[in-house]
């Protein structure tokens, strides 16, 4: 198809809309909308861990973001009921910089990143490493270590939210 | 005797500082008597040191007191060297000391710091005597500037007059300036000849270069300059006049203002090596002899017509240490000593008697009333304006011969300057003594003969100022010479007269044909005519005014020298220390917290301008690693 | 090894305080463990280089060792500090957990030896912190303190996981030694995006540091902070963070040092004279104290440049990481007792040689140890900085940094100033707790100790 | 599956998503909306780690991905807290109100 | 043994007077740097018996990993600022006592801090450990003019420690630099002073010109020279009295002193190539600052002014690295310390008596005390370098090495001869003589302290400028050795 393969329409595809909700992330008024096309965000890029056999990647992917942390920021958004534009026109000089940063970082990132060799992903091996199998030898072997001391992590996020989060006995 | 020469300076010490500390508790009298047997036993000491020096075939003593200063190859002990030249000056100065010593216990003795005052005079008398005492150049040095502290001291004695003051520290400055000179010249023979001990230098002196010679010889001449009060640093010396009359005889005229000509005579050897040296010496002598005396001509102050005397014949006496006549120019500083010493304790008999006064103007027929006075007075007048036999015509005589030799030119202005002294000294001599009284009533009335403590030591001076020229009679009348004798041994290269005898009488006999002219010419002027001076300046013709006026010389001096000085001073305190440098000093504090306030301004506090910049950092460092490599 | 895990215990059991009914005894309880981990931690000094657990995950080295000391002696003056900060509060026990916590990370930024173990260490240290920066929760200033350094740090994080990402794209591995070997067997073909991976590195470590231009948070977070949380990120994360920086970039990323030095020695040079220039401007002494210590960060960020040029060793920049940290912690203390009234500008110090003679003594060596005066240790640090930057090629630097120093001297003699030159308005004498006083009289005098007797510190670090 | 696509696309896609992140962070005023653009920054990295796990064959980067979700679930917590608690104080969540400390 | 312990009892001493209350404190402080003196002399006897006594030198590893030593050594030079130090320190605090301090034991206790500071800059044999004392004794110093000082001692102190640290910095790193290349034989760096001196001489012209200026602006700029001087003035000023002694008297020296030991055998090259320059600088400044000098109107500001001049000739001389040079500035360096002492003393007693130091304001005092006026003068006349004063045997030698350097130089440098006359004539002239003024009507005798400080400062100025033998041997000696390392 025009000397395209599937595989490479699907992750032009994927691209293209990854990048669109992306930017309609940004630059959406409304935060749930923006939550939203957040989520639609992810779900390309799932589509992406798919397409590189990272199947058990991709749905943890989908729930972690899509289901757990988009959702907290839902609840967040409608606890504080923000569901309106409430952000004031906002001035465009800031804005602007902004986005010169933004497009001067790119151009310097794919200026840095081009002349590199051209390699080319395979699916061979690919196929393994992906499997909840595989990723769970890793995981309890070689990274034993910090998944135990990650639990230090959510336990002091726990605590740390816990503690900002209740109100103060009077 | 030779051995306890370190005692001569002792004593003078010794009065001085039972005198310093114990001054105020001691009665005037005891005091006074304790300063003067201090330098009588200096005397005493010094004549049997002279007549044992002179009983000897040995001719130079040096006797170490104590080592001074040891750098590296600079070696100075405290030394003393006892030689003709010193020996003679040791006379003169603890001599003619004693006698003025003598002569203060009377005219200081209605004063409030009388035991002060000999304390002073007793410390001058010390530094003095180290002066001539020394073996190098720098025992030479600290009685040097010893002495010019000890003017200072006491030109400003009577310290509650500005003007006194002003004129003591005019004094020191201008030494200071003279001394810098002779300080550097010090410093020179050092490094020439590797030692300031008289000996070894003068030994050495005929194997370096001339320049280096004619330099030495120019720096010390600085210093002579300053000390001797010659052009340019002769101002201070007129206005050194503010002290007390005693030191006026003893500093200003008779030791200290020849330590110049001492100290060129000393270093006779560079002289005579460098004709350069010699020639600048005579010239800056006889214009200052002349112009030192044109000035004398019109002043009015009894005292600064002796002071521009003194300058003046300090003036001749360079000019035959610039001729060579190095033993005639010691000469007439013994004879100077006798007379200008005798003319000045008698102006302060003359002061004393009129409660104060020093113009001339408001004198007139004093001869009347203190006739001892008057009398040593006229001998010491007659014995300067150098007519035979009394003593400045010996010595002036001798001068002006070699000078003649030397240059005729030179001599013709040596002449008339002798001609003006005569003139101005008639002058003061018949305005004071002679015609009628012009001062006040109170005055004519308190008119009386000075104590015997006073009038004594004139009569010692007036017989010594009248018989001083039987110390060098001339030669060529197959007399004996003594002091030229005396001084063969320190001439290093000497530089004998060989005009004839005849040429000498003549030239004897026109200056003693001047001299009688001049006088007559005065006297027709002042007591005949009786011309009197005029009263206020406006009635000057104005080649009168500048003289009068000194020529402006102080007045130049301050628009030329301190004036500039002071404004320098002011723009480098003003502008330059507190404007530029402290301000350039400033300027960096003040730019850390200008740059700092604009730093700080980027701390804006917003996350997104935060962020923006770390995301420009960012680009920042890559473009550089990467794309600009 | 044992410490970490001792301390992470501490943290547990601390939360089980508020169940258990035992919240008196927390604070012996937790300095006792402070204790115990110290001195476990140094039983495995003389293990050497060789010991490293979970697979090359985490290596308890000389290097991590001591940092891990100083870490854990500095946490232990902290908490007695901090007494007295903890009784007013009504959340002790979640205060005490989430500093553990940060400890935790904070030992593991000391020893990790692969990426994995260095993104969560950076986490799991800041998380916590935070939470505290805005544990104030009434006062505006400290929650956008807690809220600025959210954002800038999860931004800072996204560029050292992008860093991350393209390293381990680019040399297929976390583990820093291995890293290390690839870069050696393979110079030349490195892909570009290694590079760009190793400059993002650079600047989210930068950012970490507080080293200039990524150090805009830092004031703003120092001054908002609750002062005793503003010490804990002055001291324990600052040694922290340099401990991850020296190992990432003189362990890991050695073989590229022409990259990076050349960067770094512009950064340094930002950071002294932005950091200097600004702190002489502030009227707030806790703000100046944060631009201090982005000062402090440019001296020590000089001594890995140093380093890496003249490879001499690192004992100056953990003698530099001591003596700042403990002066910190006594100049703090006093700030602390200082601006309780909330007045937190220089003239709440004024007066002070009156109202505490015995605080003035203190801060004053606290001060004059940040300026690097001797004896004290702030001196030696600053030796051995320019000892170490004179080997180098970068003299305008070392210039630069005594310029710097003289700037520097002007703004800690500022408090000087105020303490015993301008008039007080309040005479009250300034009371002390006795633990603090304790705590701050002994960091003066280590201060001094050090600095008089530098040879113990110094030549215990040697390798 | 996979085979056909080069590296260079996905370094490019997700330094495009990085990059969208950031500017998203430097851009809005809304808190919320910054978090989750710093989410969207984390998940480039994401792509671009899966990417190279498969490049390299090797599953150790996946495995890291994990701890990028575990670390990035802490934050949103911790900081959607704050941002509650700012809320509470404020009545806003605009970061303009959030820049008193400055200079 | 002996010099540390000229280091360590006014440590303990001063640690002893700040506990103590009250006045009591000035006594012991008093007691103290009397027996201090008592010691100095002690060592000065037994280093002119035998000068490689054992019990003069102390040597302990400090650091050792670092090649840092407690090292310390007594050689000529030393032995004299040493003896400058602790001979000045009781007579500073003596002339304290007519003056009433807040919180005495402070400031006594820093004193005796300061002692030990100085002393510890004079016997350092080791670098690091001179770099060490160099820093702290500003510390001492600097609260000494803070807590005590005059009206703008805030902005006045700071410029001062702030502009010295500056110059301590880039000497610091000059040090360090010549550290860095100590032991190019055995592979062992080292701080001792032999070392550095062996470490300079290896480098070539363009380093040794580096670390010429990095060490000689510290220096240059704690003496000070021109154009390094603007803090003195006013840091004189404001300090208290007794601070001023102590800044002019002996801290000045500390700069000179470094010169001498610090700089001149350390790079002969650079001082050959660079000494020109500094000399042209300290001859400027001594032109320069007697100028001003003479337009002053506050006498302390006038000295202040005058010790810039002073120091300028010695570091001169210094440069010119003769014998006579720096034997000559050695020696004028003791005789600075004594009169600048007994002048700030005058000063102080001017104010005390009469509440102002302003010259134009005073006037005919001589009338109403004639031994102070003695006492001033003799003083003075040691400032203006009179013979048989102390001031003289520094000042010949200066000028004749400088003249050794340079004719013209020396020429343009004895200025100061005649200048230093002009201003100091003019102050005194000023302020003693003439009519007495309204302000000062009363000028009472001298407090029984301050004569004594006087007349001992007297004896001292005249004593050693006719027999300066015994401190003009060491000071020879001393120059002999250092210039020997030059070679």
Redesign the interface.
């Known amino acids: 198809m025009l000397g395209y393969?599937i595989?490479?329409w699907i992750?032009g595809i994927l691209?293209f809309l990854?990048?669109m909700f992306?930017?309609m992330?940004?630059f959406s008024r409304n935060?749930v909308n923006?939550?939203l096309y957040?989520v639609m965000?992810?779900f390309c890029?799932a589509g992406?861990?798919l397409?590189?056999?990272?199947q058990f990647?991709a749905i943890?992917?989908i729930v972690?973001?899509a289901g757990?942390?988009m959702v907290?920021?839902l609840f967040?958004?409608m606890?504080?009921n923000?569901n309106h534009d409430?952000?004031?026109k906002?001035k465009w000089l800031?804005?602007t910089?902004?986005?010169i940063?933004?497009g001067m970082?790119?151009f310097v990132?794919?200026g840095s990143?081009k002349g590199?060799e051209?390699?080319?992903?395979?699916?061979?091996?690919?196929?393994?490493?992906?499997t909840v199998k595989?990723?769970g030898k890793?995981?309890f072997s070689?990274?034993l270590f910090?998944f135990e001391i990650?639990s230090i992590?959510?336990l002091?996020?726990?605590v740390?939210?816990?503690m900002?989060?209740k109100r103060e006995i009077k | 005797m030779i051995k306890l020469i370190a005692l001569v300076p002792l004593f003078p010490l010794i009065g001085f500082l039972i005198n310093g500390f114990f001054g105020k508790k001691l009665s005037k009298s005891l005091s006074g008597i304790i300063a003067s047997v201090s330098i009588l036993a200096s005397f005493v000491l010094s004549v049997l040191i002279f007549v044992e020096l002179q009983g000897s075939a040995q001719k130079s003593h040096i006797i170490e007191a104590f080592s001074w200063i040891n750098s590296g190859t600079l070696h100075i002990p405290f030394e003393f060297l006892v030689d003709p030249l010193s020996s003679l000056f040791l006379l003169i100065i603890t001599g003619i000391g004693f006698l003025i010593h003598v002569y203060s216990i009377g005219y200081m003795h209605d004063d409030e710091g009388f035991s002060r005052f000999f304390t002073y005079l007793n410390l001058f008398v010390f530094f003095m005597l180290l002066l001539v005492l020394g073996n190098n150049y720098l025992i030479m040095f600290v009685g040097w500037e010893g002495v010019g502290l000890c003017s200072y001291l006491l030109i400003g004695f009577w310290f509650k007059n500005t003007a006194y003051n002003n004129a003591a520290r005019k004094a020191f400055v201008m030494n200071r300036i003279g001394d810098l000179g002779f300080l550097l010249g010090i410093i020179l023979i050092f490094v020439t000849f590797g030692s300031i001990s008289f000996n070894e230098v003068f030994d050495k002196a005929g194997t370096v270069g001339t320049s280096v010679i004619t330099a030495i010889a120019l720096l010390l001449f600085i210093g002579a300059m300053g000390k001797s009060a010659q052009i340019p640093l002769y101002t201070w010396l007129p206005d050194a006049m503010a002290g007390p009359t005693p030191v006026s005889a003893l500093i200003h005229a008779a030791t200290m203002v020849t330590a110049g000509i001492y100290m060129v005579t000393r270093s006779n050897i560079f002289y005579s090596i460098s004709d350069v040296a010699s020639e600048v010496v005579a010239i800056t002598g006889v214009v200052t002899a002349l112009f030192a005396a044109t000035i004398g001509l019109l002043q009015n102050d009894i005292k600064k017509i002796l002071a521009y005397s003194t300058v003046s014949q300090l003036g001749l006496m360079f000019l035959g240490l610039g001729v060579g006549a190095y033993s005639s120019a010691v000469f007439h500083v013994t004879t100077h000593a006798f007379f200008k010493a005798l003319l000045f304790l008698g102006a302060g008999s003359v002061i004393h008697a009129m409660g104060g006064e020093q113009d001339i103007r408001k004198m007139g027929g004093l001869s009347n009333h203190i006739k001892i006075t008057f009398w040593t007075m006229f001998i010491g007048t007659i014995a300067i304006s150098g007519i035979p036999p009394f003593s400045g015509f010996f010595s002036k005589d001798e001068i002006l011969a070699h000078t003649y030799e030397h240059s005729p030119v030179l001599w013709f202005l040596g002449m008339v300057t002798s001609m003006l002294t005569v003139f101005y000294m008639c002058r003061m001599l018949f305005l004071t003594f002679y015609g009628k009284f012009r001062g006040t009533h109170e005055q004519e009335h308190h008119l009386h003969e000075s104590p015997k403590s006073m009038t004594i030591p004139l009569m010692v001076l007036a017989l010594l100022a009248a018989a001083g020229g039987l110390l060098g009679l001339p030669e060529f009348l197959h007399l004996p010479n003594w002091m030229h004798h005396n001084l063969e041994s320190v001439i290093k290269r000497p530089d004998p007269m060989t005009m004839d005898h005849d040429k000498e009488l003549i030239l004897m006999g026109l200056a003693v044909l001047a001299a009688g002219t001049v006088w007559f010419f005065a006297h027709m002027m002042y007591r005949v005519n009786k011309v009197l001076p005029a009263a206020k300046e406006e009635q000057l013709k104005p080649w009168q005014k500048l003289i009068y006026n000194k020529y402006w010389v102080d007045e130049i001096y301050d628009a030329v020298i301190r004036k500039p000085l002071d404004f320098l001073s002011d723009i480098f305190y003003k502008f330059m220390d507190i404007a530029m440098i402290d301000g350039i000093v400033n300027g960096v504090g003040s730019a850390v917290k200008g740059v700092g306030s604009v730093v700080?301004?980027a701390?804006?506090?917003?996350?997104?301008f935060y962020?923006?910049s770390m995301?420009l950092g960012v680009v920042f460092i890559v473009l550089l690693t990467f794309l600009i490599k | 090894m044992k410490g970490l895990l001792i301390i992470s215990g501490l943290g547990v059991l601390a939360m089980l305080a508020e169940i258990f009914r035992f919240k008196k005894l927390l604070l012996p309880i937790v300095l006792l463990g402070i204790v115990a981990a110290y001195a476990f931690n140094f039983m495995e000094w003389n293990n050497g280089f060789v010991i490293s657990y979970f697979n090359n995950m985490i290596a308890f080295d000389k290097m991590g060792i001591a940092f891990s000391g100083i870490i854990i002696a500095t946490a232990f003056f902290w908490f007695i500090l901090a007494n007295d900060y903890f009784e007013d509060e009504t959340n002790v026990v979640d205060h005490f957990a989430l500093v553990l916590f940060a400890l935790v990370g904070a030992l593991m930024l000391t020893s990790f030896k692969n990426?994995?173990t260095l993104?969560?260490g950076v986490?799991i240290m800041s998380?916590p912190l935070?939470?505290l920066a805005?544990s104030q929760?009434?006062d505006?200033?400290s929650?956008?303190?807690?809220?600025?350094y959210?954002?800038m740090g999860?931004?800072a994080?996204?560029f050292l996981?992008?860093g991350?990402?393209?390293i381990?794209?680019s040399t297929?591995?976390?583990d820093i030694m291995e890293i290390r070997q690839h870069i050696s067997a393979h110079t030349a073909e490195l892909p570009t995006?290694f590079y760009v991976g190793v400059v993002m590195m650079l600047v989210a470590m930068c950012f970490k540091v507080s080293a200039a231009p990524f150090h805009f948070w830092a004031?703003?977070?120092y001054?908002?902070s609750p002062t005793l949380i503003t010490a804990l990120m002055s001291t324990i994360v600052k040694t922290a963070a340099f401990a991850a920086f020296m190992r990432l970039f003189m362990i890991g990323f050695a073989g590229v040092s022409e990259l990076w030095t050349g960067i770094l020695a512009v950064i340094i040079a930002i950071s002294l004279v932005v950091a200097n220039f600004s702190a002489a401007m502030q009227s707030n002494v806790k703000r100046m104290l944060a631009y201090s210590s982005i000062s402090h960060a440019g001296f020590m960020l000089m001594v890995i440049l140093a380093n890496i040029r003249s490879n001499i060793s690192v004992d100056a920049i953990l003698y530099y990481s001591l003596a700042y940290s403990i002066g910190s912690i006594a100049a703090f203390g006093i700030v602390y007792n200082v601006t309780k009234g909330g007045d937190e500008s220089f003239d709440a110090f004024n007066g002070l040689a009156k109202r505490n003679p015995g605080m003035a003594l203190c801060m004053t060596v606290a001060m004059l140890s940040l300026a690097g005066i001797p004896v004290t240790s702030g001196f030696f640090a600053k030796y051995f900085v320019f000892t170490a930057m004179i080997g180098t090629s970068y003299k305008w630097l070392l210039i630069l940094a005594v310029l710097t120093s003289a700037v520097g001297a002007y703004y800690y003699l500022k408090v000087i100033i105020a303490m015993y030159f301008k008039p007080q308005q309040n005479t009250e004498p300034v009371i002390v707790e006795r633990s603090q006083v304790m705590v701050i009289t002994l960091t003066s005098a280590i201060v001094i100790a050090i600095g008089v007797v530098p040879g113990i510190v110094a030549e215990m670090f040697r390798f | 599956?996979?085979?056909?696509?080069?590296?260079?696309?996905?370094?490019?896609?997700?330094?495009?998503?990085?990059?969208?992140?950031?500017?998203?962070?430097?851009?809005?005023?809304?808190?919320?909306?910054?978090?989750?653009?710093?989410?969207?920054?984390?998940?480039?990295?994401?792509?671009?780690?899966?990417?190279?796990?498969?490049?390299?064959?090797?599953?150790?980067?996946?495995?890291?991905?994990?701890?990028?979700?575990?670390?990035?679930?802490?934050?949103?917590?911790?900081?959607?807290?704050?941002?509650?608690?700012?809320?509470r104080?404020?009545k806003?969540?605009?970061?303009?109100l959030?820049?008193?400390?400055?200079? | 043994m002996l010099t540390a312990l000229l280091i360590g009892f006014p440590l303990i001493a001063s640690l002893l007077v700040f506990f103590i209350k009250g006045n009591a404190s000035r006594n012991i402080a008093l007691g103290a740097s009397v027996i201090q003196f008592a010691i100095s002399l002690a060592a000065f006897f037994m280093y002119r018996h035998n000068p490689d006594n054992a019990i003069l030198s102390f040597n302990h590893t400090w650091v050792q990993s670092l090649g840092i030593n407690f090292a310390v050594s007594l050689d000529g030079i030393s032995m004299l600022l040493v003896l400058l130090t602790t001979f000045l320190v009781p007579l500073i605090i003596l002339s304290s006592f007519k003056n009433e301090y807040e919180n005495p034991h402070s400031f006594y206790g820093l004193i005796l801090l300061m002692q030990m500071a100085l002393i510890g800059v004079f016997v350092a044999n080791d670098g690091f450990l001179f770099y060490v004392f160099w820093e702290l004794a500003l510390i001492p110093i600097y609260f000494i003019c803070l807590l005590w000082g005059g009206e703008n001692r805030g902005k006045i102190t700071f410029k001062f420690f702030v502009y010295t640290l500056l110059g301590s910095l880039f000497m610091l790193v000059g040090l360090i630099y010549l550290y860095n290349h100590t032991g190019g034989i055995t592979g062992v760096k080292s701080w001792m002073v032999n070392d550095l001196y062996e470490a300079g001489r290896s480098l070539d012209l363009k380093q040794q010109s580096a670390v010429f200026w990095m060490i000689f602006i510290a220096f240059a700029i704690k003496m000070p020279i021109f154009p390094f001087h603007t803090w003195q003035p006013d840091t004189y000023v404001n300090a208290p009295t007794q601070g001023t002694m102590l800044l002019s008297g002996i801290m000045l020296k500390m700069g000179t002193f470094g010169v001498i030991k610090w700089l001149l055998p350390v790079v002969p090259l650079g001082l050959e190539a660079w000494g020109g320059t500094a000399i042209t600088l300290s001859v400027i400044g001594i032109v320069y600052a007697s100028c001003i000098a003479i337009v002053q109107k506050d006498y302390k500001r006038l000295i202040a002014y005058s010790s810039i001049a002073h120091v300028g000739l010695i570091s001169a001389g210094i440069l010119t690295a003769t014998q006579q040079g720096v034997q000559g500035a050695v020696m004028q360096m003791l005789a600075h310390g004594v009169n600048v002492v007994g002048l700030f003393l005058i000063a102080d007693i001017l104010l005390r008596h009469t509440g102002t130091r302003e010259i134009d304001k005073l006037g005919g005092i001589r009338g109403m005390n004639g031994n102070f006026a003695v006492l001033f003068l003799i003083v003075l006349l040691g400032a203006v370098a009179l013979p048989l004063t102390n001031g003289f045997i520094g000042e010949f030698l200066l000028i004749n090495g400088v003249y050794q350097y340079s004719a013209w130089m020396a020429a343009f440098a004895g200025l100061s001869v005649i200048l230093g006359a002009v201003y100091m004539l003019r102050s005194y002239q000023g302020i003693m003589l003439g009519e007495r003024k309204d302000n000062n009507m009363a000028f009472g005798p001298l407090a029984t302290t301050d004569k004594a400080v006087l007349i001992i400062i007297c004896v001292v100025i005249i004593a050693f400028g006719v027999y300066p033998k015994p401190l003009n041997d060491l000071a020879e000696e001393g120059v002999k050795q250092i210039l020997m390392n030059l070679k």
Request: hydrophobic letters at 60%; one cysteine or more; proline letters at 2%.
């Open positions: 393969t595989t490479q992750f691209s990854a990048i992306a930017l992330v940004v935060p923006s939550v957040l965000t992810f890029i992406h861990y397409l590189m056999n990272a990647l943890v992917h972690v973001y757990a942390i907290l920021f967040v958004i606890l504080m923000l409430t952000e004031p906002s800031p804005k910089i902004a986005i940063a933004g970082m790119l990132l794919v990143l590199t051209q390699l080319n992903l395979s699916s061979y091996g690919a196929s393994q490493i992906g595989n990723l890793v995981l070689e990274f910090p990650a992590l959510l002091a996020a726990m740390g939210a816990i900002i989060g | 700080r301004l701390q804006q506090g917003s996350i997104g962020v923006i995301v | 990426m994995t993104f969560l986490e998380i935070y939470v805005a929760k009434k505006l200033k929650n956008e303190a807690g809220f600025k959210l954002i999860s931004f994080s996204a996981l992008f991350i990402a393209l381990y794209g297929g591995s976390f995006f004031p703003d977070v001054q908002g | 599956m996979i085979n056909g696509i080069s590296i260079n696309y996905y370094l490019l896609l997700s330094a495009v998503l990085f990059i969208i992140g950031a500017v998203g962070v430097m851009a809005r005023r809304n808190s919320i909306i910054i978090f989750m653009c710093i989410e969207l920054m984390l998940n480039a990295v994401n792509l671009l780690l899966v990417a190279f796990s498969t490049l390299h064959g090797d599953a150790s980067g996946q495995v890291f991905v994990f701890f990028i979700m575990a670390v990035a679930a802490a934050e949103v917590a911790v900081g959607l807290a704050i941002l509650s608690m700012i809320y104080n404020v806003s969540i605009d970061t303009d959030l820049s008193n400390l400055k200079n």
